[in-house]
């Protein structure tokens, strides 16, 4: 039987479940979160036998976790990851990887010393819609891809960023890293290649101005709540607000690809809308999952048709399928425990999820810094020529060969 240590049970924590199987031979035995009502509610549901740890070193002090999945804010990322690779352990790292270039370096060195499993959660690269768009652009459906953009609409924004640690770059850096480390790794996949040179823009502009804020010593709230609208009337926000709420960032990618990012969090609806333009056609998704009354779709068009022609020529429904995250959650489980018994992943390599912090991370820099376009640094030769970054693929390849596998 496989153990499993949850550090961070709560919110994002509950993946942990997904991975409890008995049955397969995996089970949940420990967890640490600093929240009682995180640990009251797991022990009703798990019982006396799941172990509570008081800090995460004390769950890793437990030798006998083979697993540990790490699910706690971004800025633990990266003493939590190290520790727990340090000790042997394989471990499932929610995304982004650390809230800096040199934190995910840091992560990979310890990973590559310590000859651990380094699994890294970028459940996207799951999405039925996502692995629809990439099945086309493999299959040659729009010819040689020219242009990736992706325009990402956030209804939830006001809830889920601005009330608690999300808001500050010191926990977050920024949101275009914190939120947008999803969609640049997803538009590195379609491209099959990895930002080289980045601009950012990006503005707080909304949420600056809401004056109902919580008491520094509140905890803050990131319930989603479908009445909070209209934005500016949005309460308890965080005392500290230091990130953008609107960011764009443009990508030169390492194969000639370009690409777009435009990211609000003051939308009335949600969505992440990707165009992938290519030398025969175009494709977009209407919807980024699909729910029992509202399925996704894929349009492709690739043949020239004017202006009354948003169909498209073909046009492919996604059905639901069952699971949080449009399904994609179940199914990044059983990637990662396939990966825990054999080493073999399908998902995003750790050279992958640290090239979208990286490319996230140079464009905040751009932004804050008058727009300056910058490069994005490659991992040390000593990182970069380890086997483990990514199963198949060596750095030379990085520039021609596609992070999927
Ligand atoms: N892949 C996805 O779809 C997805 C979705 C949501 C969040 N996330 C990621 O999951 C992570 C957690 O996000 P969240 O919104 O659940 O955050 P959160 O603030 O709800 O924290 C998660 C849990 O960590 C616990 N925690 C806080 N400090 C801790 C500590 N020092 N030691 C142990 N536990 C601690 C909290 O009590 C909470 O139960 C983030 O990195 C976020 O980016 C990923």
Redesign the pocket.
């Known amino acids: 039987m496989f153990k499993i240590g949850s ?7 509950r ?1 942990c479940e997904n991975a409890h199987r008995p049955d397969q031979g995996f089970e949940l035995a420990a967890i ?4 009682p009502r ?1 640990i009251a509610d797991y022990r009703q549901r798990y019982g006396d036998q799941l172990r509570v740890a008081r ?2 070193q004390e769950l890793l002090d437990q030798d006998d976790l083979d697993i540990v999945f790490i ?4 800025y ?2 990266e003493e ?1 990851a190290v520790a727990a690779l340090e000790r042997g352990k394989v471990v499932y790292l ?3 990887m650390a809230i800096t270039i040199a934190g995910c370096d840091r992560i990979l060195a310890a990973a590559q010393r310590h000859g651990a499993g380094l699994y890294v ?4 690269r799951f999405f039925p819609v996502i692995q629809k768009m990439k099945q086309w652009i493999d299959e040659g459906r729009i010819g040689e891809v020219q242009a990736i953009w992706c325009r990402h609409f956030i209804d939830y924004g006001g809830d ?1 960023y601005f009330k ?3 808001s500050e770059q010191r926990y977050a850096t920024g949101l275009l890293l ?2 947008g ?2 969609d640049i790794d997803v538009i590195h996949y379609l491209a099959g290649s990895y930002t080289q040179r980045t601009v950012g823009m990006g503005k707080l502009s909304v949420y600056n101005q809401v004056q109902d804020r919580r008491r520094p010593d509140e905890a803050g709230s ?1 319930r989603f709540v479908q009445s909070h609208w209209p934005p500016l009337k949005q309460k308890k926000l965080s005392p500290i607000i230091d990130v953008e709420d609107h960011t764009m960032m443009l990508m030169q990618l390492a194969n000639g690809i370009q690409a777009s990012y435009c990211q609000c969090h003051y939308t009335p609806d949600s969505m992440r809308n990707y165009t992938i333009i290519g030398t025969e056609g175009r494709i977009e998704n209407d919807g980024d999952f699909s729910h029992e009354t509202n399925w996704a779709s894929v349009r492709l068009w690739n043949r020239r048709c004017g202006p009354a022609s948003r169909q498209g020529t073909l046009v492919e429904a996604v059905p639901p399928i069952q699971g ?2 449009g399904g ?2 179940p199914q ?1 489980i059983d990637d990662f425990l396939a990966f825990a018994q054999t080493g073999q992943r399908t998902g995003a390599t750790p050279l992958d999820a640290r090239m979208s912090v990286a490319a996230g991370y140079q464009a905040t820099l751009s932004l804050r810094q008058g727009n300056q376009p910058l490069d994005v640094p490659p991992p040390s030769a000593g990182l970069a020529t380890w086997s483990g970054l990514g199963p198949s693929r060596r750095p030379e390849e990085h520039q021609r060969q596609s992070p999927n596998h």
């Open positions: 550090i961070g049970a709560g919110g994002r924590g993946l640490c979160d600093p929240n995180v800090t995460y699910t706690t804010p971004d633990l990322h939590q929610e995304k982004p959660g970028h459940n996207m889920a608690d640690w999300h914190q939120k480390a999803h990131a949080s995250h994609a959650d990044i």
